[in-house]
């Protein structure tokens, strides 16, 4: 347990320490000049909000989406598609820019880098299981009747729930965030007509430069609209969304 433990530590503090740089490489990010009006809206949000200012980046896609990035509010960055601008107005751009600032300030890398440290810890524990059932197992069963078959639901179960408490965590996230930043922009309506706009396009135009392991960082999945198993889903559903932002002061 505990070699499965300081594995993923490894791994998963390197990829926390280093992620702005990581995905900023993957997308082929492009630092924004700060005469452009996103900048400024980040900007202002990040005055009002007594942050420090994230560098602004933007990403040649078409599909309109947005993410944030950074392992703290010093080293934040924000970074929007060349589909997220041409798309929406100046209100919802707002909502959407103060969405990713929400994440920002609530430290939602780190978060995640936990609960992947978790995960990954309890995913190579069950491989473990597996080898040990596969391996060992039949000598136990004949000493004590089921202990391979009991590493072997293990090997299977323990992936699963894992899976099933990130994805929880994660979809907790955006709505924190889409609390907080609709407390950034004065209000919910534009982060709304946004993220129907968004999911959209999500839906009839999937970002193909988009991959699996960093569609839970954009404010909508860039790879479909919603999933047919919501437990393991990354999001939550655009109606579900919508619904607390309606009441989001109740979670701020």
């Known amino acids: 347990m505990v070699i499965a433990f300081m594995f993923a530590i490894v791994m998963n503090v390197g990829a926390y320490w280093f992620s702005d740089k990581i995905v900023l490489k993957m997308y082929q990010a492009q630092l924004l000049d700060t005469s452009h009006p996103i900048y400024s809206l980040v900007r202002g949000i990040a005055q009002n909000a007594r942050m420090p200012m994230p560098r602004v980046y933007w990403m040649p896609s078409m599909a309109p989406n947005a993410f944030a990035t950074g392992r703290n509010p010093q080293n934040g960055v924000v970074v929007v598609t060349e589909g997220l601008v041409k798309t929406l107005n100046a209100e919802e751009l707002k909502g959407?820019?103060?969405?990713?600032?929400?994440?920002?300030?609530?430290?939602?890398t780190l978060i995640s880098c936990i609960a992947a440290t978790v995960a990954s810890?309890?995913?190579?524990?069950?491989?473990?299981?597996?080898?040990?059932?596969?391996?060992?197992?039949?000598?136990?069963?004949n000493e004590r009747g089921s202990g391979g078959m009991e590493l072997l639901f293990m090997a299977i179960l323990a992936p699963l729930a894992a899976t099933l408490i990130q994805m929880a965590i994660s979809r907790s996230r955006e709505f924190q965030a889409d609390a907080t930043g609709a407390h950034l922009a004065g209000g919910p309506f534009g982060l709304i007509e946004a993220l129907k706009k968004i999911s959209h396009h999500s839906q009839h135009a999937p970002m193909f430069q988009a991959t699996p392991a960093t569609a839970h960082m954009f404010i909508v999945n860039p790879l479909s609209g919603g999933s047919i198993f919501k437990l393991f889903s990354t999001h939550p559903s655009l109606e579900e969304r919508i619904?607390?932002?309606?009441?989001?002061?109740a979670y701020l």
Do not use: P, Q
């Not at 069950?126 to 596969?134: C, E, L």
């Not at 619904?243 to 002061?249: S, V």
């Open 96 to 108: 959407v820019l103060a969405h990713e600032m929400g994440h920002i300030k609530n430290r939602d």
């Open 121 to 141: 810890s309890i995913v190579m524990l069950a491989n473990m299981a597996k080898w040990a059932a596969i391996f060992g197992g039949h000598r136990r069963d």
């Open 243 to 249: 619904e607390k932002l309606k009441n989001y002061r």
